[in-house]
């Protein structure tokens, strides 16, 4: 297991030396306006000098190989780079607001499967039956209704029929708990409602195909209690699709942080990327999207390593 797991991360370091060119390259071909002149440009300045001084300063002269190798180097040490309007560092940002996002992020996550596996599980169970029908209407329901749209609504039927508004001063989880749960719960919840649709119906279709197979057949006839089945036998043997599924929800939650982190006021690095583009902030841009790849590249890795602990049948070497 150890040496799947290490030849998994071998792996993983070429993905994102990859994903380092295609953030560089995007960010510096693709989009035609040079940040440090558009920064000149919003304060109403003019001076080519102070200009490339700053384009020399900042490492973004030269060809563009010669910028990738400077920028990579520094990312080795750990320098994301000044953002252009604020002057501080992108590491301190980052350092910052990571654990907001991460907290947003994690507990959707955490509520798609606390909610999802149980209800699918009992929708398989109860096929057919009131449940199963109030179920799957509702997994289809929250896989059809946009997060966003709802909190919008929220959010203006809130203040208009009840005067409330989220509140703007955002408090660490560490300082004051109480206070950020209060902050932070509708975010995880309305983040989580899409998942939880997917997720449902996933492991609805998993758990009735499994309960049909001879050895859940015969883990009855010997008499084994009906929890010992659907937990040992059939919930077990249905992970495997179920966990791969739930890594490949990490992209959808990590773009749902950008938007709800907008919306509920929270500073978290999502919001931190919305504000970078509308600045066109550049290593701003980089670091950000260079996060929330990695994120996803980690949420896989973490899947693919999964599957030993989920499935013996699983052969790692």
């Known amino acids: 297991m150890a040496k799947y797991v290490a030849q998994r991360l071998l792996l993983s370091i070429p993905t994102l030396i990859g994903l380092t060119l295609v953030v560089f390259f995007v960010l510096r071909v693709v989009i035609p306006i040079d940040a440090v002149d558009l920064k000149f440009a919003s304060a109403g300045v003019s001076d080519p ?17 010669v910028q990738y190798l400077r920028w990579a180097g520094r990312l080795v040490s750990g320098d994301f780079g000044k953002s252009f309007y604020t002057g501080r560092t992108v590491a301190e940002e980052l350092i910052l607001r990571v654990p907001t996002s991460l907290e947003v992020g994690l507990g959707a996550l955490l509520i798609t499967i606390v909610i999802a596996i149980p209800v699918g599980i009992l929708s398989a169970v109860k096929q057919d039956s009131f449940a199963d029908y109030i179920s799957r209407g509702g997994a289809i329901l929250f896989y059809a209704i946009p997060g966003f749209w709802i909190a919008t609504l929220i959010l203006v039927f809130s203040s208009l029929w009840f005067n409330w508004a989220p509140p703007t001063e955002y408090h660490d ?29 996933l492991v609805r279709t998993q758990v009735l195909e499994i309960i049909r197979q001879d050895y859940v057949r015969t883990a009855r006839a010997k008499g084994l209690p009906s929890r010992t089945v659907y937990t040992r036998h059939v919930l077990r043997n249905s992970l495997l699709p179920i966990v791969t599924v739930i ?34 902030d550049l290593f701003v841009l980089m670091a950000t ?23 013996p049948r699983v052969r790692l070497n």
């Open 247 to 280: 890594g490949l929800q990490v992209p959808n939650l990590v773009a749902g942080t950008v938007i709800f982190e907008q919306v509920f006021v929270l500073p978290g690095v999502g919001r931190y990327l919305l504000d970078a583009v509308q600045r066109l």
């Open 289 to 311: 999207n260079l996060f929330f790849g990695t994120l996803i590249v980690m949420a896989n890795l973490a899947v693919d390593v999964s599957y030993g602990f989920i499935d």
């Open 49 to 65: 000098e102070k200009a490339k001084e700053l384009r020399e300063e900042l490492g973004i002269t030269g060809p563009l190989a």
């Open 173 to 201: 989880l560490w300082v004051d708990p109480w206070a950020n749960l209060k902050q932070v719960a509708l975010p995880i919840v309305l983040l989580g409602l899409s998942p939880i649709g997917t997720l449902i119906r």
